[in-house]
């Protein structure tokens, strides 16, 4: 290998990590939903993920939202686990005037 075979293989090398830097610095100014802002917009959706908390390892508290109406969910070692029996809420006594 003569020494020009050489200066274009280093040159060929920092181009193309040239062109990596590059992309990576336009997709972290652009975003990461750069691709999205260019595809057609889709009609709003139904279904939302409200909030998500963490009970153990195994378990977890989802708060999601469809039309509307939130529901609370317990998720547990990737199912949907039953649903507690609700406590009825205790008479008030009433009141005397």
Do not use: Y
């Amino acid at each position: 290998m003569d020494f020009a075979e050489f200066v274009r293989a280093v040159f060929a090398l920092a181009l193309t990590l040239g062109l990596v830097g590059l992309a990576a610095v336009a997709l972290r100014r652009l975003g990461p939903d750069a691709l999205s802002r260019f595809m057609p917009q889709k009609k709003e959706r139904r279904l939302m993920v409200v909030e998500a908390l963490a009970l153990d390892p195994a378990r977890r508290l989802v708060l999601v939202s469809l039309d509307g109406e939130e529901k609370l969910l317990l998720l547990g070692e990737g199912q949907l686990l039953p649903n507690p029996p609700r406590r009825k809420a205790a008479a008030k006594p009433a009141e005397t005037a």
